[in-house]
């Protein structure tokens, strides 16, 4: 069955973190994982989830292993870490281990992890064993605290001459003192007066026997006497030190049935010896005739002779009883001569108090059976009568009693329960009269422990102890039972009297507390970690566990008489006082690294974890002590390696990406400064023929510094061989640990700038010294064997990177990079572009991909050679790389660039920064051996995330966006959602288009042109409008580059240039100042071979001359310069005059522009708007012109729309101009009106 895991991989590469995952799965292994290859992934890693495992690669760039380890103890997790690496060394190794790494792996022996983390698993599940008893020891103080305030029963702990050292809760209500006033007590000054007499017994008791129980009698605050019954017990607490713990419980209520019993049967026997009896006897008719007592006893005879007198019958004189009819049945009783007893009597006495006479009687008879009266004796039971109120009384009261009673005979045999016993026991009086309690033992006591109670009772002695019993349902429960035998006069037994307390409660708490207090001993004694108990007030230590004791070198009676101030070294006790307040108060749950002083002075850190608790009574502070001296010592050493390691791993980087020996050299200094903590470090090459060495690259440091050292490598130099000599000269290493012992004169200016250890590194290739590093430490003896065994691999790797650096250059070339333009290849790229989407989803960041097209290189390399092509791409790509960072550009395709931009915030930023990357790159014409040439390029645009989070993704949707930009003639265009849906638009409107022209639904505009100096119309351009049913009026920008990359401009432009010829010969029809017309050529168009034959089909359709003019766009020129030449001239053949239209945007030479049959230039809008406010833009205008009128050409501006502008263009001498100043294209109706206004101005 697989195990599931939760790990957390920190890995820069995918591949070896993939390797890893399939060697755990191969072992059995569940895997859930993330990578990380930073510090901040990690620790947002770990806050994320628990995870049960980290495995960490050692050497990454900007991020080692030990960051890692480093990182995880800052987290407070304790989970295994595993180092993985193919360069580690074994003392490394170890070190990193000793700084908490839970094991490492060579790459070579990657098989054995999983094993290795089933191992290291194991052994966390058993640390995290050990933290929760250390856990459960503080849980079960605090159980134990609240077990000990919280129980009904009085706790408390005296010492051994009875001073009070802790109280619960419980004994403040039952004694009425505050707890403070409690613990200033001793216990004697509790008890009532004769207890404290006997109070030195006690002490005696518990000092010899361990243990202690019984009643005693204490009074209260408040003055009154209550009764305790109690059960103490000696403990050691601390060392040797020796408290009386104790239970009581309050006893009065049972002390005092106790006492009613006793008093009672004392009455009853004084009634009995007190009793006086009567004689009497009375006639046949009953009257009384005779009535006598004992010597002794005459009280019953004075009360009767106030009743009845000799000669009167009893129902003759007023008795209070009986009423008339026990009269009756008594008189019935006499009559029927039958015997009777008891018959009670009652009157007021001579003192006025009610008296109570009872009478018996038996019938006498003579020798013949003849009735002769009754004779009888009588009994005065007024006592008796008042002792049975008593006893009723007592009776309900021991029956509302809540303690258990229980009456027997001698034998034991049950005469009475209370129903405090029926509800302890379960029990009914019915179910247990008669029977002998032995019925209720539990077995828990034994055979002579009854056989002892038995024979102290028996022996008319009382018995006090305790005994666990079960209940009817079978439940156990424990009572504390006080057994008396009831005496008659003569000392025999009558009866037994228990009386019963349930105490399973306070049983079930002793117990708990026993236990709690076992557990808590268990895992104080046995925990690993130290654990001391200090007094919050006097900060002294009270406690301390042998782990403890082990760590401070201390005595268990030392511990006892030092405190925090005696643990902790004078300059860190501050610190240390500061901590233990916030531990107290709980702001920190641990304080970390914290210095802590043996016995003999020495000094180790510690992480302490502490808690607040009560202790004996006081308020205290556990804290569970941690030695992690080893780990501190390991993180400094490796902490200084790591300084190493760094500069290792960032070389390690360097030699991948840099492909020049100087930038190498430089870069080296940096990172040994910059990342290893070098405070200078620098780089000199041998000079063989000046037998010198000369700096070549530093960092930390000036060439003032350098001139001051020995640069020779003569022998027989005057001023000797330093360092850097003998370096080159031996080709070892030379070190010097301490600069001011070592080199004191030479070395001085590096002791003034904090050095205080340097080494010379000579950088040895084909076994020849050619060059030296130089690095120097602020720290006395940091060149030790394990950083020079790091440094000369450091050195290695610079000698591999020397050797080997043409030979990257040619493979880097083969494999990632464009031969052509030296940018990355599409390999490359997308190798790129998948790390930064990696990384920005990492980041939560934004990024754009740009795929960019050269427009017309197809043309360009068919009409000036594929030679001019890759020089045009060539310079293209050198632009682009100035304009963006080069590594974030590739060429991806044969005309196509693409470009990374990272770090964008939307759409607007992207778009900013394409516009700017154009403008550097495309707006000063390219010169291509004799041949200048204007190009741009259509750019597809997808952003991450929006446009797919995956670098193939992103790729596809950006040549998506670029081909619709092809489509619609879009400078740029970025890709959406709703870009299929714009395809869909595209098509149908293609066929709009198609069935526009099929239905002539086109139309001309026309907008003049004027002469500057007359304003007067000197021509007109024709545009094309589309008039939709649907739509309306739809200006060209909607459709042209539609028809231009379907086609449809052909027909199109046909249909245009026969209508424009049509519309001028209407105007010679009227009899208007027909002006030329000038048509639009589409590079469609022009590139046709049957152009000519068109255009000379469409003219003699028309009127003669045919008045119309064609413009012809400079960049379609310049694409096929020769072919296009012949073409114009074949134009002028037929009449008709050329334009060059949007001069200064495309890429013409003045060597073409002289061969061209044109008649005229018109000057690109852009260049108009601008030059009012951009004297380069000024210029370039005044620069045209002045060509175009040196080759005796007429000049047109176009989008002239301010009077100021035509002002500046008179002043430059252009001849025309064009532009919403004079005039919005119009429609037919419209122009041809403003020709007949125009023709009437001017006749």
Not at 431 to 459: C, H, M
Not at 1027 to 1047: D, H, W
Not at 1157 to 1181: G, H, N
Request: proline share 4%; with cysteine; charged share 30%.
């Amino acid at each position: 069955m697989s195990k599931s895991v939760k790990v957390l991989l920190v890995e820069d590469s995918a591949n070896d973190a993939e390797l890893a995952l399939q060697v755990l799965r191969r072992g059995g292994f569940d895997v859930q994982y993330e990578r990380v290859d930073s510090a901040a992934a990690m620790a947002e890693a770990l806050q994320r989830q628990p995870w049960d495992a980290v495995i960490s690669d050692f050497r990454m760039p900007g991020f080692t292993g030990l960051d890692a380890l480093e990182v995880l103890h800052g987290s407070g997790f304790d989970i295994p870490f595993i180092l993985v690496s193919g360069t580690i060394g074994e003392d490394v190794a170890v070190e990193a281990m000793k700084a908490g790494a839970s094991d490492y792996l060579m790459k070579e022996n990657l098989a054995r992890l999983a094993p290795v983390l089933e191992r290291e698993l194991n052994e966390a599940a058993l640390r995290a064993e050990h933290r929760e008893a250390q856990r459960h020891l503080v849980e079960s103080e605090k159980r134990y605290r609240d077990l000990v305030e919280n129980s009904r029963d009085l706790i408390c702990t005296h010492d051994l001459t009875g001073k009070l050292m802790s109280v619960n809760e419980a004994a403040v209500r039952l004694t009425g003192y505050s707890r403070e006033a409690l613990l200033r007590m001793n216990m004697a000054d509790l008890l009532a007066a004769g207890g404290r007499d006997l109070f030195p017994a006690y002490l005696g008791e518990i000092r010899k026997q361990g243990v202690a129980s019984g009643v005693m009698r204490i009074r209260t605050a408040g003055g009154e006497m209550r009764w305790w019954e109690y059960q103490n017990t000696l403990r050691t607490e601390g060392v040797a030190a020796l408290l009386v713990r104790g239970m009581a419980h309050d006893v009065t209520e049972r002390k005092q049935a106790e006492e009613a019993l006793r008093v009672s049967e004392a009455r009853f026997r004084a009634l009995t010896e007190m009793s006086s009896d009567f004689y009497w006897e009375s006639d046949v008719a009953h009257r009384l005739t005779m009535r006598g007592s004992a010597d002794e006893k005459v009280s019953a005879v004075s009360v009767f002779r106030q009743g009845a007198q000799i000669g009167q019958r009893r129902w003759e004189v007023p008795y209070l009883s009986p009423d008339e009819a026990a009269w009756q049945a008594h008189r019935a009783v006499l009559d029927a001569h039958q015997p009777f007893r008891d018959f009670e009597l009652s009157r007021l006495g001579a003192d006025g108090s009610e008296r109570h006479i009872a009478i018996s009687g038996d019938p006498l008879f003579d020798d013949s059976g003849a009735f002769k009266g009754y004779r009888g004796v009588g009994t005065d039971i007024t006592e008796r009568r008042r002792a049975e109120g008593e006893l009723r009384r007592l009776a309900l009261a021991v029956r509302q009693s809540g303690t258990g009673i229980v009456i027997t005979d001698p034998a034991g045999a049950i005469e009475f329960v209370n129903p405090k016993f029926e509800a302890m026991t379960g029990y009914a009086f019915s179910e247990v009269k008669g029977k002998n309690p032995r019925f209720l033992k539990s077995g828990a006591q034994s055979r002579e422990f009854y056989r002892d109670l038995w024979e102290t009772i028996t022996a008319g002695k009382e018995w006090e102890g305790e005994i666990q019993n079960r209940k009817k349902t079978g439940e156990p429960y424990w009572e504390r039972q006080h057994i008396s035998p009831v005496l008659d006069g003569s000392g025999r037994i009558l009866h037994f009297i228990a009386v019963k307390d349930d105490i399973t409660e306070r049983k079930r708490a002793e117990n708990a507390l026993r236990a709690s207090e076992e557990e808590l001993r268990t895992i104080f004694d046995g925990a690993l970690d130290g654990i001391l108990v200090a007094d919050v007030e006097s900060r002294r230590f009270l406690k301390g566990n042998p782990a403890i004791r082990r760590m401070l070198g201390y005595t268990p009676e030392e511990i006892t008489r030092i405190g925090v101030p005696d643990i902790h070294p004078a300059h860190a006790l501050p610190r240390a006082i500061e901590q233990f307040e916030r531990l107290l108060r709980g702001t920190i749950p641990i304080a970390a690294d914290i210095p802590v002083m043996r016995k003999d002075g020495s000094v180790f850190y510690a992480d302490i974890n502490a808690a607040p608790i009560r202790f004996g009574g006081r308020q205290a502070l556990l804290g569970m002590f941690r030695d992690v001296s080893e780990r501190r010592q390991a993180y400094e050493k490796i902490k200084r390696l790591n300084r190493v390691y760094a500069v290792l791993s960032g070389i390690d980087a360097l030699i991948i990406r840099v492909s020049d020996r100087m930038e190498l050299y430089r870069e080296v200094c940096r990172i040994a400064v910059d990342l290893g903590g070098f405070p200078i470090a620098w780089i000199g090459e041998v000079d063989r023929e000046a037998m010198r060495v000369n700096p070549v690259a530093w960092h930390g440091t000036d060439e003032r510094f350098l001139g001051r050292i020995r640069m020779s490598i003569r022998e027989d130099a005057p001023e000797g061989i330093g360092v850097v000599g003998r370096a080159v000269i031996e080709r070892v290493p030379v070190i010097a640990n301490d600069i001011e012992r070592e080199l004191p004169g030479p070395a001085k200016h590096a002791t003034e700038r904090g050095a205080r250890s340097l080494v010379v590194l000579p950088l040895v290739v084909s076994g020849e010294g050619t060059g030296v590093l130089h690095l120097y430490s602020d720290v006395p003896g940091f060149f030790d064997a394990e950083e020079m065994k790091l440094l000369v691999e450091l050195r290695d790797d610079i000698v591999f990177a020397l050797d080997h650096i043409e030979k990257a250059k040619k493979l880097e070339f083969l494999a990632y990079y464009d031969p052509l333009t030296g940018l990355a290849n599409r390999s490359l790229f997308d190798e790129r572009l998948s790390r930064n989407v990696h990384a920005a989803h990492g980041g939560r960041r934004k990024l754009a991909l740009v795929l960019a097209d050269v427009e017309r290189l197809k043309a360009i390399n068919d009409s000036l050679g594929r030679q001019t092509g890759d020089e045009l791409l060539r310079q293209v790509a050198r632009r682009l790389a100035r304009a963006a960072d080069p590594v974030d550009i590739a060429r991806t395709g044969g005309d196509q660039f693409a470009i990374l931009l990272l770090q964008i915030k939307g759409r607007t930023d992207v778009g900013r920064a394409i516009e700017q990357i154009w403008r550097d790159c495309f707006a000063q014409p390219f010169q291509l051996s004799d041949t200048e040439l204007r190009v741009s390029a259509k750019a597809g645009i997808a952003l991450f995330p929006s446009d797919g989070i995956h670098a193939e993704t992103l790729f596809a949707n950006a040549e998506a966006a670029l081909q619709y930009a092809r489509q619609t003639g879009e400078r740029h265009q970025f890709h959406t959602r709703k870009l299929t849906e714009r395809v869909a638009e595209q098509l149908t409107l293609e066929n709009r288009l198609r069935q526009a022209l099929e239905r002539d639904e086109f139309v001309l505009h026309y907008q003049p042109k004027v002469d500057l100096d007359t304003r007067r119309i000197a021509g007109v351009e024709a545009l094309m409008r589309w008039q939709s049913p649907e739509r309306g009026l739809v200006l060209p920008g909607q459709f042209i580059a539609l028809m231009e990359s379907t086609g449809l401009i052909q027909e199109a432009g046909r249909w245009a240039l026969a209508k424009a010829i049509q519309d001028h010969s209407r105007w010679v029809a009227l009899g208007l100042p027909a002006p030329f017309v000038a048509v639009n050529v589409s590079p469609i168009q022009l590139r046709r071979r049957d152009f000519v034959a068109n255009l000379q089909e469409a003219i003699a359709a028309g009127a003669t001359p045919p008045g119309i003019d064609l413009e012809i766009t400079e960049s379609i020129i310049m694409l096929d310069v020769e072919g296009n030449i012949e073409k114009l001239k074949a134009i002028r053949g037929l009449g008709v005059s050329i334009a060059i239209d949007d001069f200064g945007t495309g890429y013409s030479s003045l060597g073409y522009l002289a061969k061209l049959p044109v008649q005229s230039l018109k000057i690109d809008r852009s260049f108009i708007i601008a030059m009012l406010d951009d004297p380069d833009a000024a210029t370039l205008v005044r620069t045209i012109i002045s060509l175009a009128h040196s080759l005796r050409l007429k000049v047109v501006a176009e989008g002239v729309e301010t009077e100021a502008q035509a002002k500046l263009l008179r002043l430059l001498r252009c001849d025309e101009m064009q532009g919403y100043l004079f005039s919005q294209p119009l429609p037919m109706a419209e122009i041809t009106a403003m020709l007949r206004q125009s023709m009437a101005a001017h006749t």
